[in-house]
């Protein structure tokens, strides 16, 4: 093709980018990308570095994107209730959960075959971890999906089963905002259980829980092992930007040395990364520190605050965690599919009716109210 016709074809895509931005109501994704650094972010890219393995646990060279990516999970870390907690930047919460289970299948297998402990509504990548990895998942009921997962349920699905046991609790279902509760689920298996592994999906509400609330859903809690949360949902950046936090030296489980052509170690899923995302997430992180974040959040939960009410005042059922930036409503009727799919939104048939869910973001103010309008 020539190079004209090429550009004629990325500005039509352009083009649907961008009428698209604001109707994404029912996608956890940003309509717009806030960074603060876009020129630096040009000039890195030109360079392509590559940020292999696990910057927390190797000396890194001074004034390089490995150095500000260990400085970025560092301060991370602290905010979640471990400074000396490894980690880095992943693909997405995807990569996080098949780290979290890979590292607690490497760390418990000598005590037996682990089998895994999840929510109905968990991500579908907890089931596409389990079966990367050969572990075999229980779920709560399909009747329980409005109930987090806590340690009455944990109790009823693991019986008189005598194995190691792997608990993923997510931190804002992506269906429902629901949040698994942690404190219960930690107590039942310390008291319970001696062979343990907790790892926090917190895809969506990390930010929003871990910088917000006095009760800390975090590292804070021995029994947590490892957290996976996004920041290219509500951190408002780029695809991929991921991050992944296990206890300090747990990734020597997984560990792979590749002395044959280069004098480093990798403890990652995938290896080579892009350096120049967590440079940059680490400048947008120190610019706008803890303040700006929860700034940002508390501006994104009174949008959805608005929205309640507006549901309120229609008879509306729903369902919301206040810490989280998500609405999970309930009609009689189904929204017509030209309706769906203006507005990227889906239904799930439910016994209450139709379900669908709602994600807020600072720029969606005008579809939150011509959504509202067509119920």
């Known amino acids: 093709m020539k190079k004209r016709d090429i550009k004629?074809?990325?500005?039509?895509?352009?083009?649907?980018?961008?009428?698209?931005?604001?109707?994404?109501?029912?996608?956890?994704q940003p309509p717009l990308i806030q960074n603060h650094f876009l020129r630096e972010m040009t000039k890195l890219l030109r360079y392509n570095p590559n940020n292999i393995g696990t910057t927390t646990r190797m000396m890194t060279s001074e004034?390089?994107?490995?150095?500000?990516?260990?400085?970025?999970?560092?301060?991370?870390?602290?905010w979640f209730g471990d400074p000396?907690?490894?980690?880095?930047?992943?693909?997405?919460?995807?990569?996080?959960?098949?780290?979290?289970?890979?590292?607690?299948?490497?760390?418990?297998?000598?005590?037996?075959?682990?089998?895994?402990?999840?929510?109905?509504?968990?991500?579908?990548?907890i089931d596409k971890a389990c079966r990367i990895l050969d572990l075999e998942l229980f779920k709560t009921n399909t009747e329980n999906w409005k109930e987090p997962?806590?340690?009455?349920?944990?109790?009823?699905?693991?019986?008189?089963?005598?194995?190691p046991v792997i608990c993923v609790a997510t931190i804002g279902h992506t269906s429902t905002g629901i949040i698994?509760?942690?404190?219960?689920?930690?107590?039942?298996?310390?008291?319970n259980h001696k062979h343990i592994y907790l790892h926090l999906d917190a895809a969506i509400g990390g930010l929003f829980v871990t910088l917000t609330e006095s009760q800390k859903i975090d590292f804070s809690r021995t029994e947590v092992q490892s957290i996976t949360f996004d920041f290219h949902k509500?951190?408002?950046?780029?695809?991929?930007?991921?991050?992944?936090?296990?206890?300090?030296?747990l990734q020597s489980k997984i560990i792979n040395k590749i002395d044959e052509y280069v004098s480093i170690f990798d403890d990652t899923l995938i290896g080579s990364r892009s350096g120049t995302i967590p440079a940059i997430m680490w400048a947008n992180i120190e610019y706008l520190e803890k303040r700006g974040l929860i700034d940002r959040i508390d501006h994104i939960i009174k949008n959805k605050n608005i929205f309640i009410k507006e549901l309120v005042s229609k008879k509306v059922r729903y369902i919301s965690e206040e810490r989280m930036p998500v609405v999970c409503f309930?009609?009689?009727?189904?929204?017509?599919?030209?309706?769906?799919?203006?507005?990227?939104?889906?239904?799930?048939?439910?016994?209450?009716?139709?379900?669908?869910?709602?994600?807020?973001?600072?720029?969606?103010s005008d579809s939150y109210t011509n959504l509202l309008k067509s119920l």
């Open 8 to 28: 004629t074809e990325l500005k039509k895509v352009i083009k649907r980018e961008v009428k698209a931005s604001k109707m994404r109501l029912g996608i956890p």
């Open 63 to 78: 004034d390089s994107c490995r150095k500000l990516e260990k400085r970025l999970i560092k301060k991370l870390a602290g």
């Open 84 to 125: 000396d907690a490894d980690g880095y930047v992943t693909s997405g919460s995807t990569e996080g959960n098949i780290m979290g289970l890979w590292i607690a299948r490497e760390e418990l297998k000598k005590y037996g075959k682990p089998i895994v402990i999840a929510h109905k509504e968990s991500h579908y990548s």
């Open 149 to 163: 997962l806590n340690g009455k349920l944990l109790k009823e699905i693991i019986g008189d089963k005598k194995r």
């Open 180 to 191: 698994d509760d942690v404190l219960s689920i930690s107590n039942y298996l310390k008291e």
């Open 234 to 249: 509500y951190g408002l950046f780029y695809y991929p930007s991921g991050i992944f936090m296990c206890r300090k030296d």
């Open 330 to 364: 309930f009609l009689d009727k189904k929204i017509p599919d030209n309706t769906e799919l203006k507005y990227r939104i889906h239904h799930i048939k439910r016994p209450e009716g139709y379900c669908y869910t709602i994600f807020f973001f600072p720029e969606y």
